[in-house]
């Protein structure tokens, strides 16, 4: 595909040498992700140069030794293919780009950067593009839809759909929260997470979703929840027990991000989506709704924990704001409980 695409790659002939760029690009970008405190951003740039890679394979391109500015433009014409969104186009060029200048610096490659696409060729998101969301209406069909379920796991179906409406939590932050997160502060029951950028953060957890959270948890035999929640500092990342995952599958195991995306997707026909809804529509309606509920803007990002170069508002971070928090006017403006 990519040489139809192109009219200029060539399929190079020795295989066993392409295998073994692929091995020492692999290996010197996991020694790269080191660097990197953030689990979630590890996991992403892993992601993204990965799907480098399995590029240049298919065109037989030798990602260290041969990789050229053409191969760059092809993989987007190819990304442009398969319709992926602009936004994830740059993502993806951003990661390698910011791969390959690692490899520079750390001497480990001594050609121009292939990936240093200028500004006007990158793809350009415009502000106004961005994921849909769900009408008033069909939010509060998913969620009596979540309380209905029947599957196997319904009790964790319905604790998952309506933590990432009320709250808007990024499904990396979903699958990575533990048991121990979930605790109280100033009379708030409050999940503790880490978030974009290995940030620590807490986002306030209103009762409808504390209930079905508690549903959840009550059938796991992991879980006492006469010790939930815990008090703040009493059983921490660093405590002596175990970390356990807030949502797990059968066998026990941490939840993954294509579980998420599949259980979300079943409620699609049923509310009337014909898109893709993913776990970010969900967190982008939570934003939507809970401006058309009349909460602050400020107030919506630092649930979201979205970052911001506000300066000045730092200093009203004292008292940590849950008592605003958007959960409650979200709950109050579905008219769910």
């Known amino acids: ?90 993502r993806r060029l951003a990661a390698v780009k910011s791969f390959y200048e690692w490899l520079t610096s750390m001497g480990y490659y001594t050609r121009a950067n292939p990936v240093a696409v200028e500004r006007n060729r990158k793809p ?53 929260a533990d048991v121990e997160g979930l605790g109280t502060h100033d009379g708030h029951r409050v999940l503790r997470l880490v978030l974009k950028g290995d940030v620590d953060a807490m986002v306030v957890i209103p009762d409808p979703v504390w209930v079905r959270l508690e549903r959840y948890l009550r059938q796991r035999s992991d879980v006492q929840l006469s010790r939930l929640p815990v008090r703040a500092g009493q059983v921490g990342r660093g405590g002596t027990r175990g970390r356990r995952p807030l949502f797990v599958t059968a066998s026990g195991g941490r939840l993954d991000r294509g579980a998420v995306a599949r259980l979300l997707c079943r409620f699609a026909p049923g509310i009337g989506v014909e898109a893709w809804l993913g776990p970010h529509v969900l967190r982008h309606t939570c934003s939507t709704l809970a401006r058309a509920a009349g909460v602050a803007l400020e107030d919506i990002q630092d649930q979201l924990g979205h970052a911001d170069g506000r300066t000045v508002r730092r200093y009203d971070h004292g008292g940590v704001r849950l008592d605003r928090a958007p959960a409650y006017a979200l709950i109050t403006y579905l008219g769910v409980a």
């Open 1 to 90: 595909m990519t040489a139809s695409l192109t009219g200029q790659i060539v399929l190079a002939r020795d295989s066993a040498a392409l295998a073994a760029g692929g091995s020492r690009f692999m290996a010197l970008r996991d020694e790269g992700l080191l660097e990197y405190g953030s689990a979630n951003t590890r996991a992403a740039y892993r992601l993204d140069t990965d799907h480098w890679l399995q590029f240049l394979a298919a065109s037989g391109v030798h990602p260290l030794d041969g990789v050229e500015r053409k191969h760059a433009f092809g993989w987007l014409r190819t990304l442009e293919l398969q319709r992926e969104a602009k936004a994830t186009r740059a």
């Open 124 to 176: 350009r998101v415009s502000r106004s593009e961005s994921t849909f969301s769900l009408s008033r209406e069909q939010t509060v069909q998913l969620l009596a839809a979540a309380d209905r379920d029947h599957e196997r796991q319904a009790a964790r179906t319905a604790a998952i759909v309506w933590l990432l409406v009320i709250t808007g939590i990024r499904v990396s932050e979903l699958i990575a």
